[in-house]
C-alpha cells in the first residue's frame, strides 16, 4: 500500500522538481544582489592605511571624524574613540571593540547561509528530478508494451526522449548551485578582509592608547 503510494508520487516526473529549482535560483540571486549591495556600501579601502596611522599615533578623535559610514572599521574607531574620550581604560575599549566586531559580523553574514545551503544541495534536488523522470519513462515503458511490439517499440524512443528531458534537472541543480558557491566563497572572503582590517585597526588603536598613557606618565613624572 505505501509502495504504491510512494509510487504514484514518483510517477509525477521532474517537472515539479524543474519548478524548485527555479524558485531557488530566484533566492539565490536575490540573495546575490542584497549582498553585494550590503558589502559595496560599506567599503572603506581608502580610508584604511590613514586611520591606521591615526590609531597609532593615538589621534583617536580625528580617526573617529574620518572614519564615516557605516562599515564594521569605520564603527570600531568610532567606539574607541568615544570610550577613550570618557576616560575608560585600555580593557574596556578593547572589550567594546570586541563586541561591536562580533555584532557587526553577525550583520555581515546575514543571509550568506542560505547561498551555502544551495551551494552544497541544489546539485542533489536536481538529481533527485532526473532520477524521479527516470522512474516515469521507465514505467511508461512497461505500460506501453504490454499494448504490444509495435506499441513497445514507438515508446522505447518516447522513453529515451524522457530520460534526456530527466537530465535536465540536473544540469539545472549545477546551474543554481555553482553561482551560489561562487558567490558565498566571495562573500566569506571580504568578510575576512574586513574582519582583517578591523583586528589591524584594534591593534593600532591599542598601541596608540599604550603611547598615550606612557606620554601622560612622562609629562606627570617630569613635573
Not at 131 to 143: H, W
Not at 187 to 214: P, Y
Amino acid at each position: 500500500m505505501i509502495q504504491q503510494q510512494i509510487l504514484a508520487l514518483t510517477l509525477l516526473g521532474s517537472v515539479w522538481v524543474l519548478y524548485l529549482l527555479l524558485g531557488l535560483s530566484v533566492v539565490s540571486v536575490t540573495v546575490m544582489l542584497e549582498r553585494a549591495v550590503y558589502f559595496s556600501k560599506r567599503r572603506m579601502s581608502r580610508l584604511f592605511d590613514e586611520l591606521v596611522i591615526l590609531c597609532q599615533k593615538g589621534d583617536l578623535k580625528t580617526a573617529a571624524a574620518r572614519a564615516q559610514g557605516d562599515s564594521m572599521e569605520a564603527e570600531v574607531v568610532r567606539v574607541a574613540a568615544e570610550l577613550s574620550a570618557s576616560g575608560e581604560g585600555q580593557e574596556a575599549v578593547e572589550k567594546a571593540i570586541a563586541s561591536t566586531m562580533d555584532r557587526r559580523r553577525l550583520q555581515y553574514e546575514q543571509w550568506l547561509f542560505v547561498l551555502g545551503t544551495l551551494g552544497n544541495n541544489a546539485p542533489f534536488i536536481g538529481l533527485f528530478g532526473t532520477v524521479l523522470g527516470i522512474i516515469k519513462a521507465f514505467a511508461d515503458l512497461a505500460i506501453a508494451q504490454k499494448g504490444g511490439t509495435s506499441a513497445g517499440g514507438a515508446a522505447a524512443s518516447s522513453v529515451m526522449s524522457g530520460i534526456s528531458e530527466a537530465l535536465v534537472a540536473t544540469a539545472v541543480g549545477l546551474f543554481v548551485a555553482i553561482p551560489a558557491v561562487l558567490a558565498y566563497n566571495i562573500f566569506l572572503r571580504l568578510l575576512k578582509r574586513v574582519i582583517g582590517r578591523s583586528n589591524a585597526l584594534t591593534n593600532a588603536i591599542a598601541a596608540g592608547l599604550h603611547v598615550a598613557r606612557a606620554s601622560a606618565s612622562r609629562a606627570s613624572g617630569s613635573k
